[in-house]
């Protein structure tokens, strides 16, 4: 018989900017090649190395095929496989007791962006939680404070298009490893170069990106706010702001200009590190080499005072007159709403404090059921000892929604098999560009696994729950979301999507915030009723006072904690073949050596007895790891880095996150996320800390 081949499109599900449109070629049911759809001009045919072989994680011995219980203790990894009915049951079981006796919000739901697809991802989960009434997680882990930071200045914080990068003549990269991160805006990075463009990453860090730029400027961490006050300061010193654009544009130019008049120059210089020529340099470059474009993206957000940083980026686009750009997501969250408005309000909890959460005994009602799904929080959590030690508790009854034996599903007490992308139908937003993909599913789904949505409704089912929209098929809830009616959705159905793979939100070329504050809105609903507003004016621009504030967990904030723990410590994104956790437990993954290092400045080692390749202890109060060192000449004194994405189960039994700040960020517990760049440790060799164990010496 002849084999039966066909493709089939959809689109990259990662918590990536870069959402790539792609096309799954499938032979007899099985998948057999995957590549980038050449047609989607961002994706431009390219995936990239940790999805080029994403086919090998779908087919992978280690996926887990079956609904699993625990037999061994939490932590262990020791199962039973049931069935699915059973599983259902017995979760519906725990949960209907738990509610009787506590109320709905005994139950959390802890996720993330395992997968971005909006039916995937969110919308039944939500509907079911809401139906609940379970506690309600504020995703405040990734992009929240960088959102709020910029709508502080802007009132909503639409950026402009990416793509129009490529026609800008100075590019500042600030706080953001584009060739990382989000490798498919660097060809337009790359074209503005060939027409002249300089690239200046500004990062306390020599990224690649860094390292490929035309000037890096290194600032000392987290002092971004002095910085922006020194160059505002050299802007207004040098008469380059013009100032009755500025003063119609936005209000608060005056309280800005006295803040940045009082650090004055000298002193933004003393705090960031960098030469007063350096900074006066880079003022220049923003306000005679035009287009200016200033991209930030996230992380500068993982900080005490992200909230700040942020807002001092977007403000001082709005002083020089350059172009702003950063995460796209609230293009799409305008134009798509779930057609079902949540229930409420319930109480609250920020995901980053998850171990204060799970471990404080006064929480009432207090969480006795975990539902967690796309997100491996025993690895990407701050403070992970006390998250481990929440998810250890024996009257906590936790339900593990994955893909594979992740550090998170070894706690529970029962792990639900669940389907890759190329198993399942979802809608994709994209948070680095325009384009809307419609993702179809290529192959039927391997052993017993289902999708999210689907547990969600026979959960749903099971628990005799009574709200709109639970039994929603996928198809109908992506249709509906297509059908919001916002302008931005015009011409974009599900048939044209279903034939295309892709469309381009329809947002007018050239349509910036900036300049134009007026946002569509889209009709009421249902029709006929509400006001008939087509449009929402996004008011003046706010700039105002802004202070730079050291963090309390810094070499410049407590003093005692920095004598205790000298070396400030970044934990990042940094390896091409790891996107957050998914691939830390996969061997085709890994670096070479294979081995989450901590790199050192030459000075720092030195002054400890460090030499490359040594094995030394990292530690502070939250907790201690054991890894080799790596002596790097590209790292500013006092702070040392190590990569993030690891699993405890390949990094010597705890990751990173174990030594990370959970305190969250800015003024407002309920915005911020967590600072886990602020954080100080001490480094020793590994071989004192087994004599001081060993009572060898003091
Ligand atoms: N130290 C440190 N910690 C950090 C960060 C850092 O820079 N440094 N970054 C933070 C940031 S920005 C983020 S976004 C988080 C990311 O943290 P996570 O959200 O945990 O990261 P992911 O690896 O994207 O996704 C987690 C899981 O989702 C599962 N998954 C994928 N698709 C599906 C699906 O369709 N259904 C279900 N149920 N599961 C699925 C995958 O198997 C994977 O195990 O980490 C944060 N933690
Ligand atoms: N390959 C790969 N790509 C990814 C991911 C991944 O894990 N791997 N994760 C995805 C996710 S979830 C996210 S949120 C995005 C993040 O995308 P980005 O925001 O681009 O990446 P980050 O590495 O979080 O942070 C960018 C840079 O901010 C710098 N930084 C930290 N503190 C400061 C500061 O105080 N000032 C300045 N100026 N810079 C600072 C760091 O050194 C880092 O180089 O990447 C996404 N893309
Ligand atoms: S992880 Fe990002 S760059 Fe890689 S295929 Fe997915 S969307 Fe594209
Ligand atoms: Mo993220």
Known sequence: MNAVTSVVRGACHHDCPDTCAWEVTVTDGVAVNLRGDPSQPFTDGQLCPKVNPFLDRVYHPNRLLRPLRRVGPKGEGRFEPIGWDAAIAEIADRIGEAVARHGGETVLPYSLDGTQGLVQK????????????ATQLNRHICGVTAWHGAADVLGMPLGADPTEIASARTIVLWGTNTLLTNRHLWPYVEEARRNGASVIVVDPVSTMTAQRSDWHVQPRPGTDVALVL???????????????????????????????????????????????????????????????????????????????????????AVVSGAEYM??????????????????????????????????????????????????????????????????????????????????????????????????????????????VSLNLPAIEPLGECLPNTEIFRRLASALALDAAGLADSDEQVARDLLASGHPWLDGITYERLQRDGWARLAVPAGWSALTDREIPLAPPSPPGSGTGVQSRSLGPVRLGALRYRPAAESLSGDSELARCYPLALMSLKQHQ????????????????????????????????????????????????????????????????????GWWAGNADART??????????????????????DTLVEVEPAADARRTANGASS
């Open 656 to 677: 990173v996150n174990v030594l990370t700040n959970a305190a969250v960020g800015g003024d407002d517990p309920a915005v911020g996320s967590a600072a886990f760049h």
């Open 122 to 133: 969110g919308v039944l989960a939500d509907r079911f939680f809401s139906a609940l009434g």
């Open 326 to 435: 950063r995460s796209t997501q609230v293009y799409f969250d305008t134009a798509f709403a779930d057609i079902v408005p949540p229930s409420g309000p319930q109480r609250t909890v920020n995901m980053s404090a998850l171990g204060a959460a799970l471990t404080d005994a006064s929480l009432q009602p207090p969480i006795t059921v975990l539902l967690n799904y796309g997100c491996n929080p025993a690895a990407i959590t701050p403070d992970q000892n006390r998250v481990l030690a929440g998810l250890e508790r024996d009257d906590l009854f936790t339900v593990v929604i994955e893909q594979f034996m992740t550090d998170t599903a070894r706690y529970a007490d029962i792990v639900l098999p669940v389907t890759t992308q190329i198993e399942q139908l979802d809608l994709m937003n994209a948070w680095g560009h325009l384009y």
């Open 577 to 644: 073949r790891f996107l957050n956790s998914h691939y830390g437990g996969f061997e085709h993954h890994l670096p070479d050596p294979p081995q989450p290092r901590l790199d050192i400045s030459a000075v720092d080692a030195e002054a400890r007895g460090i030499v490359e390749g040594d094995q030394v202890r990292v530690y502070n109060g939250r907790g201690e790891l054991f890894t080799t060192a790596a002596i790097s000449e590209r790292l500013q004194p006092g702070l040392v880095t190590m990569p993030f």
């Open 230 to 316: 020194g160059i505002i300061d050299v802007l207004d010193r040098d008469g380059l702001v013009d100032e009755e654009r500025v003063n119609t544009a936005a209000s608060g130019w005056p309280e800005l200009r006295a803040e940045a008049r009082a650090l004055g120059l000298d002193s933004a210089s003393s705090i960031t590190g960098l030469a007063e020529a350096d900074i006066t340099s880079l003022a220049h470059r923003i306000a005679h080499e035009r287009p200016a474009v200033l991209r930030a993206l996230i992380g500068m957000e993982h900080r005490e005072h992200g909230h700040d940083i942020h807002r001092a980026v977007a403000a001082l």
